[in-house]
């Protein structure tokens, strides 16, 4: 079994991340086989792509073992390989939906967020979190915080690092919908709705938007490679991975 499994429900197509065992953390072969994937369904005839998590998570975010390895060669196919991801999905014409789950953190929140819209089961926890471990959001996080929180809000949400539930990313603005029972259900409902509607005009108002909004996307992931690069051979990034590994509370320095 892979890590991506994509199931073609007529003009619906569903990916679904899929190491249930590690929370769906992204390694290095996950994040090859979603930007392979993406780029096929891109191509496709389906009108609606759902996003969503096996087991018991949306996504952990980036795999510990895959920001262990550090040459610099795969550190930046790693990234580049993200930026695909991000701006496949971000820019796809299809209407495409996040289904958060558990936990949806770091580089899985990033991924969540550049879908179009994204809703979440009242139990999901959701943190912008890379500053745990000294290191900066990437996958494009800087740029849909932004545009869903303003610059000041998620600015700070990034800094501080905490998570927060469903409730209060509905409330950020961060979620589009909270569903308390049958996130399933709720997906294919929206679904429906949205291919009884006229969805070439839905998709001419995506295109406008990320034509005008995609060389900003491009600049804030390459900004995030360079400085994701910088962190990664700090002292704070050492000491996070460390205490992450030692699960005890790091002790940063600031250098």
Same mark, same amino acid.
């Given at each position: 079994? /892979?890590?991506?499994?994509? !199931? &073609?429900?007529?003009? #619906?197509?569903?990916?679904?991340?899929?190491?249930? *065992?590690? $929370?769906?953390? +992204?390694?290095?072969? +996950?994040?090859?086989?979603?930007?392979?994937? $993406?780029? *096929?369904?891109?191509?496709? *005839?389906?009108? #609606?792509?759902?996003?969503?998590?096996?087991?018991?998570?949306?996504?952990?975010?980036?795999?510990?073992?895959?920001?262990?390895?550090?040459?610099?060669?795969?550190?930046?196919?790693?990234?580049?390989?993200?930026?695909?991801?991000?701006?496949?999905?971000?820019? =796809?014409?299809?209407?495409?939906?996040?289904?958060?789950? /558990?936990?949806?953190?770091?580089?899985?929140?990033?991924?969540?967020?550049?879908?179009?819209?994204?809703?979440?089961?009242?139990?999901? &926890?959701?943190? !912008?979190?890379?500053? &745990?471990?000294? $290191?900066?959001?990437? /996958?494009?996080?800087?740029?849909?915080?932004?545009?869903?929180?303003?610059? #000041?809000?998620?600015?700070? =949400?990034?800094? *501080?690092?905490?998570?927060?539930?469903?409730?209060?990313?509905?409330?950020?603005?961060?979620?589009?919908?909270?569903?308390?029972?049958?996130?399933?259900?709720?997906? !294919?409902?929206?679904?429906?709705?949205?291919? @009884?509607?006229?969805?070439?005009? +839905?998709?001419?108002?995506?295109?406008?938007?990320?034509?005008?909004?995609?060389?900003?996307?491009? @600049?804030?992931?390459?900004?995030?490679?360079?400085?994701?690069?910088?962190?990664?051979?700090?002292?704070?990034?050492?000491? /996070?991975?460390?205490?992450?590994?030692?699960?005890? +509370?790091?002790?940063?320095?600031?250098?």
């Amino acid at each position: 079994m /892979g890590t991506i499994k994509v !199931m &073609k429900q007529g003009e #619906v197509t569903v990916v679904e991340l899929n190491r249930p *065992e590690s $929370l769906n953390a +992204m390694n290095v072969e +996950m994040l090859n086989s979603l930007a392979e994937e $993406l780029q *096929e369904i891109a191509k496709s *005839e389906a009108k #609606v792509v759902v996003l969503k998590g096996s087991g018991n998570a949306f996504s952990a975010g980036g795999d510990i073992k895959t920001m262990l390895q550090s040459e610099e060669g795969n550190f930046d196919e790693v990234m580049d390989t993200i930026a695909t991801i991000i701006t496949t999905l971000y820019t =796809m014409p299809k209407v495409t939906i996040s289904a958060i789950h /558990g936990a949806a953190a770091g580089l899985g929140l990033s991924v969540a967020l550049a879908s179009d819209i994204v809703i979440a089961h009242s139990s999901a &926890k959701l943190a !912008m979190n890379f500053i &745990k471990i000294g $290191l900066v959001p990437d /996958g494009g996080g800087h740029f849909f915080m932004e545009k869903r929180l303003g610059e #000041v809000k998620a600015k700070q =949400m990034i800094w *501080e690092g905490k998570t927060v539930s469903a409730q209060t990313a509905l409330e950020m603005g961060l979620v589009d919908r909270v569903v308390e029972d049958n996130v399933e259900e709720a997906i !294919m409902k929206r679904v429906s709705a949205i291919l @009884q509607s006229p969805l070439q005009a +839905m998709l001419e108002t995506k295109e406008i938007y990320t034509k005008t909004s995609l060389s900003r996307l491009q @600049q804030i992931l390459e900004l995030e490679k360079n400085a994701q690069q910088r962190m990664r051979k700090s002292a704070d990034h050492q000491e /996070g991975i460390q205490a992450f590994l030692e699960k005890r +509370m790091p002790v940063f320095s600031g250098k």
